[in-house]
């Protein structure tokens, strides 16, 4: 348990709640009784994710780098929706912008563009150069954040450079597999300064996309859920005639790798779905 100014106390819960079912989690706001060191109450929860399991986020940030390893889009929007589908609020953070040379930067601007486009904030920033990173340390201030993205794109390093006290393993990327070599696995509130708390935990929830339905898949993507309307109400926007979404791909409205990845995510999802049916018809012959 830790108080308001980060203070950590070691604290028993009391039995009724392991009686009544009641999991402590990180994050939990909690009331304890600093003589006996005892866990009182338990106040109710906002949300609690399960990966990494932590109660009452108020946002996520996503951290990707630009180079080593490459920017991967495809696993950012497979963050998006997840982090979308669990209503969270989400931040970008495009990181190692160090790196980049100026064809890569180009690049990385036309994607923050798009991003900037759907909605969501988007921070560039560099653990070496510094860039960025009061930036982020605004983001934070005050709220639970749960920091997601690949290994090796600089979680540790970023909270190390907020706040260096906290010393952080960090792994050196390996140039085989341009992959961190640490990773983080308990799941802990890091206190920064200005009541910014964040949890540095590899992994995040859903990335499989389950419990995501092809026909809601559409809404987590704002770009293409705002547009239409297409000719039929049930469209998904494959390759149903007169689509408003496939209009806007071809003359430039929606970038087109956004629209690639919501196809390739939507036939993963139908083919889910067409398992699971044909699955239930086996089981009730
Ligand atoms: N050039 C550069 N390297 C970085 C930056 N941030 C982190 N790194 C390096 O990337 C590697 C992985 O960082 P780490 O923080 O362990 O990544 P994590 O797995 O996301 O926690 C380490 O060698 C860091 O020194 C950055 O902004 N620029
Ligand atoms: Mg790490
Ligand atoms: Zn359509």
């Known amino acids: 348990m830790q108080d308001s100014r980060g203070e950590m106390m070691c604290c028993r819960a ?31 929860r906002k ?14 940030v996503v951290v990707m780098s630009v180079l080593r390893p490459p920017l991967d889009l495809v696993f950012l929007d497979r963050i998006l929706i997840s982090a979308g589908a669990s209503f969270l609020n989400i931040i970008i953070c495009l990181n190692k912008m160090d790196l980049a040379a100026a064809r890569d930067e180009e690049r990385v601007k036309e994607v923050k563009e798009v991003f900037l486009g759907c909605g969501y904030r988007v921070i560039l920033s560099s653990a070496v150069t510094g860039h960025g990173i009061d930036e982020l340390r605004n983001t934070l201030q005050g ?27 960090s792994g050196a990327v390996s140039t085989k597999t341009e992959r961190g070599r640490h990773t983080t696995r308990h799941v802990e509130l890091l206190r920064l300064d200005n009541a910014a708390f964040v949890v540095d935990t590899p992994g995040f929830q859903r990335l499989d996309l389950k419990g995501i339905s092809s ?38 409205e929606i970038a087109s790798w956004r629209y690639e990845h919501y196809l390739a995510f939507l036939k993963e999802v139908h083919q889910r779905e067409k398992t699971f049916f044909n699955k239930k018809g086996e089981d009730t012959k």
């Open 14 to 44: 009391r039995g009724r709640f392991k009686e009544a079912g009641i999991d402590l989690l990180v994050g939990d706001l909690v009331e304890v009784d600093t003589g006996e060191k005892v866990i009182e109450k338990v106040y109710s």
């Open 47 to 60: 949300n609690r994710l399960v990966r990494p399991p932590v109660a009452n986020v108020d946002q996520v």
């Open 143 to 169: 709220k639970i954040t749960v920091l997601a993205g690949p290994s090796g794109t600089g979680k540790s390093t970023l909270i190390n450079k907020l706040k260096p006290e906290l010393d952080l393993l």
């Open 215 to 252: 026909k809601e898949l559409y809404s987590f993507f704002p770009e293409i859920s705002l547009k239409g309307p297409c000719r039929f109400n049930s469209c998904l926007h494959n390759d149903e005639p007169g689509c408003a979404v496939k209009d806007a791909v071809q003359n430039g």
